[in-house]
């Protein structure tokens, strides 16, 4: 038994909280305490404290978000050393694949920090600090699987300190790696036969959680049952208090005051009716229209949700909404976000530098959203050190964000920890800029706003009618907490190996784009997977129809990006340049005059307000169409013409699957759709012949024997 683990951990606790500590004295966190009267200490296994002003005990832990179980010096689950990013272990929590092959770790600090990690005999310490790409599987698993080949009973508990908790009062227990709301479906197969006893943490989110589990056990494991501790927050305080394994009590029925979620927030986990919709994205725009007034920014709406979707996703997309100010970049995303629970989202209209390195929010698989882009401190970031701007393209790149500060020891020597906030994280933010940072533009995809007449049009026109109702969004939220957490999310899209052959590589910046591509379309798939097909893994195949409606909002974006285009709007503006700046010389020549034309004649011309054509002509200037020959500042700039435009070039092919099938095709291509220009679907793909009902590929079995259908007796 190691001494001390519980004290450090009450220590640590403290100071994250703010707290100053001195010895055997610190601020009471449950009280303004100026001068420390809270006394600490160690004794009998546990770290022990008193407030000499009269606070409670269960106030000071409530105040650290801490337990009386985290106050116990616990047995360290420790191989080779203890470091970590975090600072030092005390506990380190291994997962293994049904041979005892270690395939990652969990190493938990004294201040509840939790890092991940996967060996790598080349990296210090034999360990990435890292888990992307590593199977995830059940806590103790060869144990797990011993138990249910025995027909024991499993234990399911949301944290690994309770499943030894659970081991030492001798039950089987097991955990899903990454804490609450992250269980897989195929966690459930594991337990597939198995008596599974799921544990609630005794608050709205472990309740949450539990049932979710429960859920997906559901026709899974031969029984489910549902409890909660006697006593304390979990099984560890259940246990510490001297109960049982037989000891907990059923959880209450939801309608109990004990199970406050509501139906979106408990994530069900059978399909809401709207997920069953052939076209969720256009229902989206319908329902915006009417609760939001929302008119004219169909794409950005849509792009936006799908952003927001792929928050379920490892790597998930991330925007940049530009616009001149009023032009309805904020009003578009701020509409769009009333359709998702407010816990999918982080708000912001501004920050401190390191405001999120020291925000309590957990990041993982949420989506952070700032309101103007000047809060990332861009300028500030070479002129200043500033670092708001690093952190945040760490966070989307790396997954997480890890911050490393000084603080004072046991032995009052200064020693560094590391902050770690775990992604993934994806970051949609507006600004009036026309361009961002270089290293934060390419790992964004841009969204420009509409800033036509027509657009302002029907903007007055939308604020002159009657004000739109404020519409009832329970659906959408109860479907976007279906999807993180009671939906599939495994998608195969057939057709990347043809798109990755048939987009031109025109552009490095490609690379980000082509995988947020990708992604979109698997968000799309998994909005709809109540009508998609699932693959002999279980994955949701994504169909030419997925593809379809992504390219339809991003092909101009993705092309405009890469330099392969230029949009409508663009061209316009430099053609005019192009016009207005051309002058005689003799002899019917007509030459590009020395003097270049002015905002205000643009502007004319094109029947614009001064900023909007000041907007498109710096637009152009920066992407090389157009020169500003003015040399003296605070003069009036006059635009001429500089490099070409690009022809246009298509960027996404118009189609994946084969030309004779019915656009779009929602067929299961069985990994053949667009390898080779053929449908899976198509009576000629690969020799496959196809049902004259259903249209589905014949099996050869049949069409040997001189079938033309499976034996359907009408066409579904």
């Not at 939801?254 to 979620?261: E, G, I, K, W």
């Not at 882009?373 to 500030?380: D, I, Q, T």
């Not at 490095?508 to 998609?532: G, K, N, P, W």
């Not at 069409?703 to 359907?712: I, L, P, V, W």
Request: hydrophobic share 40%.
């Amino acid at each position: 038994m190691s001494r001390g683990d519980g004290l450090a951990r009450l220590r640590q606790a403290l100071e994250e909280h703010g707290c100053t500590v001195r010895g055997t004295s610190a601020q009471c966190p449950a009280h303004e305490d100026r001068a420390p009267s809270l006394s600490i200490g160690e004794g009998d296994g546990k770290a022990l404290l008193h407030c000499q002003r009269g606070c409670e005990f269960d106030a000071v832990l409530e105040a650290l978000s801490m337990s009386a179980a985290d106050l116990l010096d616990e047995p360290r689950e420790i191989t080779g050393d203890d470091w970590t990013p975090a600072g030092p272990a005390v506990a380190t929590y291994l997962y293994t694949d049904a041979a005892g092959k270690v395939l990652f770790g969990v190493c938990r600090t004294a201040g509840k920090q939790f890092t991940q990690w996967r060996p790598d005999p080349s990296r210090p310490h034999g360990r990435a600090w890292s888990v992307k790409g590593v199977k995830r599987v059940l806590y103790r698993l060869p144990r797990v699987l011993a138990a249910v080949d025995a027909g024991e009973t499993v234990f399911v508990a949301e944290g690994e300190k309770d499943v030894h908790a659970l081991e030492a009062a001798g039950v089987t227990a097991t955990t899903g790696p990454m804490g609450a709301g992250k269980w897989q479906a195929a966690y459930s197969k594991t337990l597939a036969g198995a008596s599974v006893v799921v544990i609630a943490d005794s608050d709205p989110p472990g309740i949450a959680h539990a049932r979710d589990v429960a859920a997906k056990l559901d026709g899974t494991a031969a029984s489910v049952a549902i409890v909660t501790a006697a006593e304390g927050k979990d099984a560890a305080d259940h246990l510490a208090a001297g109960h049982g394994p037989g000891d907990f009590i059923p959880l209450a029925a939801p309608d109990d005051a004990l199970s406050t979620p509501s139906a979106a927030g408990a994530h069900p986990h059978t399909p809401p009716a709207l997920a069953a919709d052939q076209d969720i994205p256009a229902r989206l725009v319908r329902a915006l229209g009417v609760c939001c007034g929302l008119v004219g920014e169909d794409r950005n709406a849509k792009l936006i949700y799908l952003s927001l979707l792929t928050q379920i996703l490892d790597d998930p997309v991330s925007l940049a909404l530009k616009g001149l100010s009023s032009s309805g970049k904020s009003y578009t995303l701020e509409s769009v976000l009333r359709f998702v629970p407010d816990d999918a989202v982080i708000v912001m209209t501004a920050m401190s530098e390191r405001a999120l390195v020291y925000m309590k929010d957990d990041f993982a698989h949420r989506t952070l959203v700032l309101y103007e882009a000047v809060a990332l401190r861009e300028e500030r970031e070479k002129t200043d050190s500033n670092q708001t701007a690093y952190i945040v393209r760490s966070l989307l790149s790396e997954g997480q964000i890890r911050y490393p500060v000084a603080v004072r020891g046991e032995d009052g020597n200064l020693v560094t920890r590391w902050i770690i906030k775990e992604g993934p994280t994806n970051l949609i933010v507006t600004t009036t800029a026309i361009s961002l940072h270089g290293e934060n533009e390419t790992r964004m995809l841009s969204l420009p706003t509409n800033d036509s007449e027509e657009q302002t049009r029907a903007v007055l026109r939308s604020i002159a009618a009657a004000s739109s109702p404020a519409g009832d969004l329970d659906e959408w939220h109860a479907l976007f907490g279906w999807l993180k957490s009671g939906a599939g999310h495994d998608v195969t899209v057939p057709y990347a190996g043809y798109l990755a052959e048939n987009i031109p590589a025109v552009a490095v910046r490609l690379r980000r784009d082509f995988r947020s591509l990708l992604r979109l379309i698997q968000a799309h798939a998994i909005l709809h997977q109540q009508t998609r097909k699932t693959d002999p893994a279980g994955r949701i195949i994504a169909t030419e129809a997925d593809y379809l409606a992504v390219r339809d909002l991003v092909a101009g974006l993705i092309s405009d990006a890469v330099g392969a285009t230029v949009t409508p709007s663009m061209r316009e503006t430099v053609e005019a340049v192009e016009k207005l700046n051309t002058v005689d010389a003799g002899d019917g020549a007509m030459i590009q005059g020395a003097e270049g034309v002015k905002v205000q004649r643009v502007a004319g011309y094109l029947h614009l307000e001064r900023s909007r054509a000041q907007r498109r002509l710096a637009g152009a200037r920066d992407r090389g169409y157009l020169v500003n020959l003015e040399d003296k500042r605070g003069r009036p700039g006059r635009y001429a013409l500089d490099a070409p435009m690009p022809d246009e070039l298509v960027m996404l092919p118009e189609r994946v699957c084969g030309a004779q099938c019915t656009l779009p095709c929602t067929a299961s291509c069985h990994g053949v759709a667009g390898q080779d220009g053929m449908c899976g679907c198509a009576s000629t793909a690969q020799g496959v012949e196809s049902c004259t009902i259903c249209g589905e590929p014949l099996d050869p079995a049949l069409a040997a024997a001189g079938f033309t259908d499976h034996g359907e007796d009408e066409a579904p």
